[in-house]
């Protein structure tokens, strides 16, 4: 599982990557080009976001590794909208500016960003609200473990790439693991733009093979295109 690069935060269009996202997906591709792995489906969550970061990692593979792969998008592996989680918890940001300014009253305009969105998330998980939220929590989680569980084929050996975003990756790490929900918000923060995490598959079972690879970001001599958001 691919978490899409950087998005456009901050700009009128959050669902498009942003110049470091692209270059963050191309590192990607590189990465998996000099592995050499083939791959069989290439899925997408069906955000824009998620397409970009697809089409430019890709565009970095041979031609062998994905011959015959099957493309599809599957909107169970789509982001849950964090638009409606924030106004819900803050419904004066529906006019973006009010935002901004806030943002930028702030000494830390990220830290800042970043405990408002733990506030408000808090808030949609916790269940007391759940007929305000056109998705809530708990429906999000089944659409996600779903959405996995659909990736479950008799054959095993079939690797398979899914783009998608943080929240998701969290939440099927949550079920492979057994984890607590607040650990799932935790998670979030943490998944890096264009990480890779491994799952092992065996019919009717997934594991984790390793969580948030974002090795093919740091690369000695050149600045680091590691980020979070």
């Avoid at 591709?29 to 976001?49: D, E, N, V, Y």
């Avoid at 300014?101 to 506030?119: K, V």
């Avoid at 607040?182 to 799952?199: D, H, P, R």
Wanted: proline residues 4%.
């Amino acid at each position: 599982m691919v978490r899409s690069g950087q998005a456009s935060f901050g700009s009128a269009n959050y669902d498009q990557l942003s110049a470091m996202g692209h270059e963050q997906a191309r590192l990607l591709g590189k990465w998996f080009a000099k592995g050499g792995q083939p791959f069989h489906r290439l899925i997408t969550g069906g955000m824009a976001r998620h397409h970009q970061t697809a089409d430019a990692c890709l565009a970095q593979l041979t031609k062998r590794q994905v011959a015959g792969a099957d493309c599809l998008t599957d909107a169970g592996f789509a982001e849950f909208d964090h638009h409606e989680v924030m106004l819900r918890h803050c419904p004066e940001f529906a006019d973006p500016a009010t935002f901004r300014e806030l943002l930028s009253r702030s000494a830390d305009p990220q830290r800042a960003a970043e405990q408002l969105f733990r506030s408000a998330m808090q808030r949609w998980m916790t269940g007391w609200h759940d007929d305000q939220y056109a998705e809530a929590w708990p429906d999000f989680r089944r659409r996600v473990v779903s959405a996995l569980e659909r990736l479950d084929t008799p054959d095993s050996k079939r690797t398979t790439i899914v783009f998608t975003s943080s929240g998701v990756i969290a939440t099927v790490i949550q079920h492979v693991l057994g984890f607590q929900d607040f650990q799932v918000m935790e998670m979030t923060w943490k998944v890096a733009n264009c990480s890779v995490t491994k799952l092992l598959h065996r019919p009717g079972e997934f594991g984790l093979g390793y969580l948030n690879n974002y090795s093919h970001l740091e690369q000695p001599g050149r600045p680091s295109t590691v980020t979070y958001r």
